[in-house]
């Protein structure tokens, strides 16, 4: 694998949650690390709502990188609760506290606990992107065509 691949995210915690894990990889294979729940007491979602749940770290990514908050599949599915911004985008220079925006989207209420894992933190690279004002753009097949263009089937 080549070294270029290789991205150092600082990471600090803050204080109230030293005693929480580190966020890190479930399985060497998985794309992202667990981001935990850092509260003081249960925050319980009714059916419909959300909160802006704590971690407890903070990061400082290299120039050039974004880490994305994304939603944990098996609370998605198992719970109802996902994310209310999904992906949340940390910027590079972004320096205050992780906050994941959770909603639950199921219909019975569900309780966080601290240490919860409720979602994964994956980083990616991110191109240097140039804006050019013109006049027109190129033509495509779809053209200006927007949701539902193509149909279901």
């Known amino acids: 694998m080549s070294g270029d691949l290789k991205c150092t995210v600082l990471l600090k915690r803050l204080p109230g949650g ?23 007491a249960a925050v319980t979602l009714r059916p419909g709502e959300r909160a802006a749940v704590p971690t407890g770290v ?14 944990r599949s098996g609370l998605a ?3 109802g609760v996902t994310l209310a911004n999904t992906p949340g985008t940390i910027d590079a220079d ?5 906050r994941v925006i959770l909603i639950n989207l199921g219909s019975e209420p569900v309780t966080v606990e601290r240490g919860d894992r409720i979602a994964q933190l994956v980083v990616h690279r991110l191109p240097e992107v140039a804006i050019e004002l013109v ?6 097949d779809r053209g200006a065509g927007g949701f539902g263009h193509s149909g279901i089937r």
């Open 58 to 71: 903070a990061i400082a990514l290299p120039v050039g990188f974004e880490a994305q908050v994304r939603p």
């Open 18 to 40: 030293e005693d929480l894990p580190a966020p890190e990889r479930a399985t060497a294979g998985s794309a992202g690390v667990d981001l935990r729940a850092c509260v003081d």
């Open 77 to 79: 599915l198992e719970r």
């Open 94 to 98: 972004y320096r205050g506290e992780i």
């Open 135 to 140: 006049d027109e753009l190129p033509r495509s």
